[in-house]
């Protein structure tokens, strides 16, 4: 098997992008926090974008707290809004529907909002099968609610099968799920590192090896009943990761 090359240009300034616009990427907003410069990196590098739920307040909230004028709400109109909408405001719903975005509600109470936005995106690729897969930028997912949390990584984490790239990112990192093979994950200290790990969640355990990290690992196993490599650190360009089984790999932003 080849080697899986990785690389985070969606982070890149909105002043810097150039072809990193080029890749079919969608963003899915979460109901969690997050600050209006991430958001501008990530909104500017997708060419669709849907809001679970909740996550339309926190995309309109973050626009009214902006006071300079190159976050002007025109700009960050998402295709959808979908969920059980149970969280989206009255006063979010309102201004949203004014300005043209289809509400979807959908009250299936066996799948999460984020599932329901997943579908939404997968609905359009079977309609475009001419075009390459999105990529998939889910903003939030990480913090707030255990139970939240551990779901956004066990759905990355069965995505990987069917699905070539889908990046969670909040304020404090960007994760993603390694499958079982070799990875090459480019770093662009401008925007992550150096802190990293690689978290064997899902898995009985693995074994890694890896080049380019602070506590290299040379076919280690790791596991939650033994070693899981926390807090280490990328000390090149790029780190090499090869693993028997799918971890969750994360790393921190570097720009924040
Ligand atoms: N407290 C939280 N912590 C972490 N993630 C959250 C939290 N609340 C919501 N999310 C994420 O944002 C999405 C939209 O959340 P929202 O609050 O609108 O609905 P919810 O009813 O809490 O979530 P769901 O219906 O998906 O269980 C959720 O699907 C989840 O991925
Ligand atoms: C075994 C099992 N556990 C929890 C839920 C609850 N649940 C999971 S997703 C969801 C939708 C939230 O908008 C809800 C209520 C369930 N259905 N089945």
Redesign the pocket.
């Known amino acids: 098997m080849s080697v899986r090359q990785w690389s985070t240009p969606f982070l890149q300034p909105v002043s810097s992008k150039t072809t990193a616009n080029e890749e079919r990427r969608a963003l899915i907003i979460l109901n969690q926090p997050f600050s209006a410069e991430l958001l501008k990196r990530v909104w500017h590098a997708c060419k669709w974008h849907a809001c679970a739920d909740g996550g339309a307040n926190r995309l309109w909230d973050v626009l009214q707290l902006q006071t300079s004028s190159d976050l002007e709400i025109s700009d960050f109109v998402p295709e959808i809004i979908k969920?059980?909408l149970?969280s989206l405001r009255c006063d979010v719903r309102e201004n949203f529907a004014k300005l043209g975005v289809p509400i979807i509600k959908d009250e299936?109470?066996?799948?999460?909002?984020l599932m329901k936005c997943m579908s939404a995106i997968e609905e359009i690729e079977s309609s475009t099968p001419s075009l390459a897969q999105f990529t998939i930028i889910i903003l939030g997912g990480l913090s707030g609610r255990f139970d939240q949390t551990i779901h956004t990584v066990s759905y990355l984490h069965k995505l990987r099968k069917r699905r070539k790239s889908t990046f969670v990112v909040t304020d404090e990192n960007v994760g993603w799920c390694l499958d079982e093979g070799e990875h090459l994950i480019e770093i662009d200290a401008n925007l992550i590192g150096p802190t990293c790990g690689l978290l064997p969640i899902g898995v009985d355990s693995t074994i890694l090896s890896t080049r380019g990290l602070r506590w290299n690992l040379e076919n280690k196993e790791s596991s939650f009943d033994g070693l899981v490599s926390s807090s280490n650190a990328v000390i090149a360009k790029e780190v090499y990761i090869s693993t028997s089984k799918p971890i969750f790999w994360n790393i921190e932003l570097a720009f924040l």
């Open positions: 969920g059980d149970d299936d109470q066996n799948s999460t909002d």
